[in-house]
């Protein structure tokens, strides 16, 4: 995993250090004609069980689920959050968002019932998200804003849903879920900004971006760069035109994305506890000596990459994430995503 963590911090070196190529931009009076779709639902899974080489697993990171439902507006929003989010100036393409998400994070083996200090711990956070993508096409580039709100710990339920999932398929029950931290309040906010370093067409986009995150959940910053190739619409056109072709001459388009990430991270409350959370220990006796879980690696790397088919209103899309260990002394982690766009 060291050389995936020099590797993506070279690429990302190198594309800053790029020479901007992008696309010829468009006179500053050209109307923009095109109308598309006004709403997009979006069903998205996280899961380490889906896996290209046929590998799958069922620990660390094991599954993300979010449901959201995204929609632009003819004209200012009034609502009060909504007018705290920075825009991509006056002619940006703003799309706005509601959803609910469901994070898990469990041991290599979910058939123990004991607490397991040498391993990742038993955690899960449920929250409802609020979201405002907003995409300035003639400069090429976006802000995105995103405010969680929501709980981590057994109120999460995030034992009950792993429970039903693993009775559904007949796959082994998880038994630990009684070792996860307790409950604490969830309020995170997250900023990202995205540039166009360089493109071919609409062929190829090489696109940096920068994020941080603050909050009673997260706690860091992160640099990444995405990579484009293939017959699409382009990037900054907007959230809606990225996965829908509804009104674009080529309804169908297909194309893969590659994104390597690194990230400094300062807390994380899935693996350390939230607010109101006392360190889970056990002390060993006679001598009384305490053992907790890892420290957090305040330096995480990963790799994403995979296919994106748009045909008309429905968009399908699968990757593929490695990344290093989140916690000291314990292993790397690799999940796949499925994610289903229908846009109206």
Not at 132 to 149: A, G, M, P, V
Not at 168 to 186: A, C, D, M, T, V
Request: aromatic share 14%; with cysteine; hydrophobic share 35%.
């Amino acid at each position: 995993m060291n050389q995936l963590l020099h590797g993506s911090i070279l690429l990302i070196l190198l594309q800053v250090l790029a020479v901007y190529e992008g696309d010829a931009q468009k006179p500053a009076n050209e109307t923009l004609t095109e109308q598309g779709p006004t709403r997009l639902f979006r069903a998205y899974w996280d899961d380490d069980y889906f896996n290209y080489g046929g590998k799958g697993t069922d620990r660390a990171y094991t599954d993300g689920t979010r449901f959201e439902l995204f929609y632009t507006k003819k004209r200012p929003s009034r609502f009060f959050i909504d007018r705290m989010m920075p825009t991509a100036g006056d002619s940006s393409t703003n799309v706005f968002g509601w959803g609910l998400v469901q994070l898990m994070v469990t041991p290599n083996d979910i058939s123990r019932k004991d607490f397991q200090p040498d391993d990742y711990p038993w955690s899960g956070a449920l929250f409802a998200t609020h979201t405002l993508y907003s995409y300035n096409e003639q400069k090429k580039y976006d802000f995105q804003t995103e405010i969680d709100l929501g709980v981590t710990g057994p109120a999460a339920l995030a034992g009950q849903t792993q429970d039903m999932v693993h009775r559904l398929i007949h796959y082994r029950r998880p038994e630990g879920w009684k070792n996860q931290f307790g409950n604490s309040p969830l309020l995170d906010f997250s900023f990202t900004s995205e540039k166009q370093l360089a493109g071919y067409r609409q062929f190829l986009e090489i696109i940096g971006g920068g994020q941080a995150f603050i909050g009673t959940g997260m706690n860091g910053a992160g640099i990444y760069s995405l990579v484009r190739i293939g017959k699409m619409t382009p990037y900054f056109k907007g959230f809606m035109k990225q996965y829908s072709s509804a009104e674009s001459k080529k309804r169908i388009q297909f194309y893969f994305i590659f994104k390597p990430q690194v990230q400094w991270l300062l807390s994380n409350s899935l693996l350390q506890g939230g607010l109101n959370c006392s360190e889970k220990v056990i002390v060993k006796e006679p001598s009384n000596e305490k053992e907790t879980y890892h420290q957090l690696n305040h330096l995480v790397s990963s790799f994403t990459f995979g296919p994106v088919l748009v045909m008309g209103h429905f968009t399908i899309s699968s990757t593929q994430t490695a990344t290093s260990a989140w916690m000291k002394g314990l292993y790397d982690n690799t999940y796949g995503n499925l994610s289903l766009y229908y846009s109206w």
